[in-house]
């Protein structure tokens, strides 16, 4: 079992930044898909950005937040990151942090698009005022 934690959320305005964070505890040792997931009430989810645990070499992303939102990782805090630069009204949502295990890169993106993540956080929310 994995726990996720999030944090970070606010209100912000357009054209600002958040760093929203990701705290895995439990069985935090096999590689993961460790990716943020978005949602408004009545819309589906929409993935953000997912990134491979084994080194953190391989990410994607969402087209909708291509060059301006950067997921990273601290594999030695377990921790998993969301920097949002150049935030949109748009981008208003409760964003969530998930993961699953997966011995393969590639998998992320399938996993990502799918959104078949196994481990779910409680989500925190972003603002974003015009």
């Known amino acids: 079992q994995v726990q996720l934690v999030e944090s970070g959320g606010g209100s912000v305005q357009a054209g600002g930044s958040l760093r929203l964070s990701c705290a895995a505890t439990g069985n935090t040792g096999r590689r993961k898909c460790v990716g943020w997931i978005r949602q408004v009430p009545g819309k589906e989810r929409e993935g953000v950005a997912v990134?491979?645990?084994?080194?953190?070499?391989?990410?994607y992303y969402g087209d909708s937040v291509k060059g301006r939102f950067t997921i990273s990782q601290d594999s030695a805090e377990n921790m998993v990151y969301l920097q949002m630069d150049s935030l949109k009204p748009e981008d208003t949502a409760t964003y969530y942090c998930?993961?699953?295990?997966?011995?393969?890169?590639?998998?992320?993106?399938?996993?990502?698009?799918?959104?078949?993540?196994?481990?779910w956080g409680q989500g925190t929310q972003v603002t974003v005022s015009s």
């Open positions: 998930a993961a699953v295990d997966s011995y393969s890169a590639s998998s992320c993106y399938e996993i990502f698009r799918a959104q078949t993540f196994t481990y």
């Open positions: 990134i491979y645990t084994y080194f953190g070499s391989t990410q």
